[in-house]
């Protein structure tokens, strides 16, 4: 079991960059793949990133492909989404979630979750 602690949410212009880190603890980080998963008011939740154990494999939603990239770096146990071009629709409390294997995106089965971070892009 990992437990999982998002930062670095903020109210941001269009436009503007961001960097989320999600900071897990435990020791066996390196075996999850992890996930962000976003959840905007009034809609549900879904993964615009996901990256593999071995940070090979990353997934991104065609809404955030080509402005968000998500890295991790096992020896800090933490995982990043750093985002750029950010836009209002990118307005959301931002997840971060762990489970042993990719899978379908469109899964929001993890085994852990983050509390959140809130990110607001407004003029």
């Known amino acids: 079991q990992v437990q999982l602690v998002e930062s670095g949410g903020g109210l941001v212009q269009p436009g503007d960059s961001l960097r989320l880190s999600c900071a897990a603890s435990?020791?066996?980080?390196?075996?999850?793949?992890m996930g962000w998963v976003r959840q905007a008011p009034g809609r549900e939740r879904e993964t615009v990133a996901q990256?593999?154990?071995?940070?090979?494999?990353?997934y991104y939603s065609d809404s955030v492909k080509g402005r968000f990239t998500i890295s991790r770096d096992d020896a800090k146990n933490t995982v990043y989404l750093q985002m750029n071009g950010l836009k209002p629709e990118d307005t959301a409390n931002y997840y971060c979630?762990?489970?042993?294997?990719?899978?379908?995106?469109?899964?929001?089965?993890?085994?852990?979750w983050g509390q959140g971070t809130q990110v607001t892009v407004s003029s």
């Open positions: 979630a762990a489970r042993f294997q990719m899978g379908d995106p469109s899964s929001l089965v993890y085994s852990n």
């Open positions: 990256i593999s154990s071995a940070g090979i494999n990353t």
């Open positions: 435990g020791r066996t980080f390196s075996l999850y793949a």
